[in-house]
């Protein structure tokens, strides 16, 4: 049981949820996007800027419990340099991660598998399905911020 | 021995007798691969009570022997239905003392019970720029019907503030008392800070203005005996499932002077006197609010539900849950980082509080592993915690079933999240 636990609260998410990277609101973000859970109150402000269809900059503001926290700092570690395209292919194949068994897993295109193995401590939430809203809630953010929309639209 | 003798819940409270009534209470949770994981620690009554045998075994056995629609049939099932269910209305009234059963009227659930008085009070007698006072405590459920109606008839919302206990402001209150106000609606107890309100006096000071007041008592009929004619309610509102009885079972206590003047909330069967297109007359109170074919076999166990809590006694179930209230509070506040929010003098049995460092959502899942089951969040009252500026919180509820050995499970596995965070 408390195995469950250390799998869900990884060394790298308690680091990530204590300190989280690029916590800030840069200058020059030209686009934002809420993310917001009810629920819990967790809530999220992600920034990007984007040029030229790259992502050369992405951070975050806001509150949120450890798992929420740890996910969006991870996020915007592994989003920032991407393309659109590929950011995107990272947010479905994440979410994959969080929710599907793995032989359900869908292409979604070309993804960086080095990210994916970075995110792989994440995907102890599977156990605990409350807790999946909180592993995505900055990333669905993040794609809404992509898709010029200034809130995600919760699942 | 003396001073045990002293507690009263010593003597008269078998809480493990109580807990043998109660089968959801003997599980266990998280089992794995056949080994038994953690006895159910469960202190979310507040959100919903679990259910004794005795409301399970009487809608068993009216669903097996006496079900029927009712008030309408003239067969036999019909009417011993019909008789039961009436029964109901009856000792609802003799709980909250009531004058008369003719003042219950059945709902679905509280939620419905606030929308009823909001759309049909509200929209008949309500109009733009008259106010509505609520707290900044209440439950959505009191917050958004009136908001509904703000949008619809243009009326304003004041809200009266609490301190930093949680103790309502009274003096706030009455200043926001004017010719305008038209109603008021505020909670009995707070189920976030346990903050019991001081019904009475909120009561007699609307009254000197002619003010109707309505009461959330979700909380409060839970937790201590209402007596609707000694506050001098004009309306009372509580929940069944929040009362060790079935979801689906909400009551609305109206003055009858005010229920008769107030139109029908929803249309249907069982509402109507004659019906026909030229026009349709409705019946009296309280048949005039219940549209449509009721929760029968849930408002049977709600039934039970009140007898069960009789047969404990409701003044010995509060002295039980204020010992659980007094000693969880005691330890928990022993634990460095913790913050308690809602310390109001004579506080119904609920504890919010917040572990520093560690978010309550963490804190929720962490202390489920060990069984302890706790709500986390903004508990359906945001205006409240953006007051207390945390944010959501966990919270603990007690009701008549828990122990203290339960409190101390809860204190150490709050001591386990701290541990584990290195919070």
């Not at chain 2, 929209?123 to 019907?145: C, K, Q, T, W, Y």
């Not at chain 2, 109707?212 to 506050?231: E, Y």
């Not at chain 2, 219940?290 to 509060?318: F, H, K, M, Q």
């Not at chain 2, 460092?357 to 929720?364: A, E």
Request: aromatic share 8%; net charge negative.
């Amino acid at each position: 049981m408390m195995d469950e636990l250390r799998e869900l609260y990884q060394e790298v998410i308690l680091d990530h949820g204590k300190n989280p990277r690029n916590f800030r609101h840069p200058d020059d973000a030209n686009r934002e996007a809420k993310g917001e859970n009810p629920m819990c109150g967790d809530r999220f402000m992600v920034y990007l800027k984007l040029k030229d269809g790259v992502v050369e900059d992405v951070a975050f503001q806001g509150r949120g419990c450890a798992i929420s926290t740890a996910s969006a700092s991870m996020m915007t570690e592994v989003v920032k340099g991407k393309t659109e395209a590929e950011a995107k292919a990272l947010f479905e194949t994440f979410h994959d991660l969080c929710t599907k068994d793995d032989h359900e897993h869908g292409d979604h295109g070309p993804v960086d598998e080095e990210a994916m193995e970075k995110l792989m401590v994440m995907s102890g939430v599977r156990q605990f399905p409350v807790r999946v809203k909180c592993a995505t809630l900055a990333w669905h953010a993040m794609n809404a911020a992509i898709e010029g929309q200034d809130k995600a639209s919760s699942e | 021995m003396d001073t045990q003798i002293a507690d009263p819940t010593l003597t008269t409270y078998d809480v493990e007798r109580v807990r043998a009534d109660f089968p959801v209470l003997s599980r266990t949770v998280h089992d794995r691969k056949g080994k038994p994981g953690k006895p159910l620690v469960y202190l979310d009554s507040a959100a919903s009570a679990q259910k004794p045998r005795q409301v399970i075994d009487a809608m068993t056995r009216f669903l097996e022997e006496d079900y029927s629609n009712i008030h309408r049939g003239v067969h036999f099932l019909s009417q011993t239905a019909t008789d039961q269910f009436e029964a109901v209305r009856g000792k609802v009234a003799r709980f909250l003392n009531a004058p008369s059963e003719r003042n219950i009227v059945f709902t679905r659930s509280a939620t419905e019970a606030v929308n009823l008085v909001a759309h049909s009070y509200g929209r008949a007698f309500l109009s733009e720029g008259d106010e509505i006072i609520l707290s900044v405590m209440e439950h959505h459920a009191n917050i958004v019907p009136w908001q509904l109606l703000q949008a619809d008839k243009g009326v304003r919302i004041k809200v009266v503030p609490v301190d930093d206990r949680g103790v309502l402001d009274l003096d706030a209150y009455a200043d926001l008392l004017s010719d305008r106000t038209k109603l008021v609606a505020i909670t009995h107890c707070s189920n976030v800070l346990g903050t019991v309100t001081p019904a009475k006096e909120i009561a007699r000071l609307a009254h000197e203005r002619g003010v109707p007041v309505l009461f959330d008592g979700s909380q409060a009929a839970v937790h201590g005996v209402v007596d609707v004619q000694d506050i001098d309610a004009d309306f009372y509102i509580m929940t069944g499932h929040k009362l060790y009885g079935p979801t689906g079972t909400g009551v609305l206590y109206g003055k009858y002077d005010l229920l008769k003047k107030m139109p029908p909330y929803q249309g249907g069967g069982d509402m109507i006197e004659s019906v026909s297109f030229e026009g349709t007359t409705f019946k009296l109170p309280p048949a005039r609010f219940e549209a449509g074919t009721p929760a029968i076999t849930e408002v049977i166990g709600l039934g039970a539900a009140l007898d069960y809590i009789e047969s404990l006694g409701r003044e010995a179930i509060a002295a039980h849950e204020h010992d659980l209230l007094r000693y969880a509070t005691e330890k928990l506040s022993q634990v460095e980082g913790v913050r308690i929010i809602g310390t109001a003098p004579g506080k119904g049995p609920i504890l919010s509080f917040t572990v520093e460092g560690v978010h309550p959502h963490d804190v929720g899942t962490i202390v489920d592993q060990y069984g302890v089951a706790v709500r986390v969040g903004r508990h359906c009252a945001e205006p409240l915690s953006e007051r207390f500026g945390v944010g959501p919180t966990a919270r603990a509820s007690f009701a008549l079933y828990n122990t203290r050995a339960e409190a101390d499970a809860l204190v150490s596995s709050v001591i386990a999240v701290k541990e584990f965070f290195g919070a």
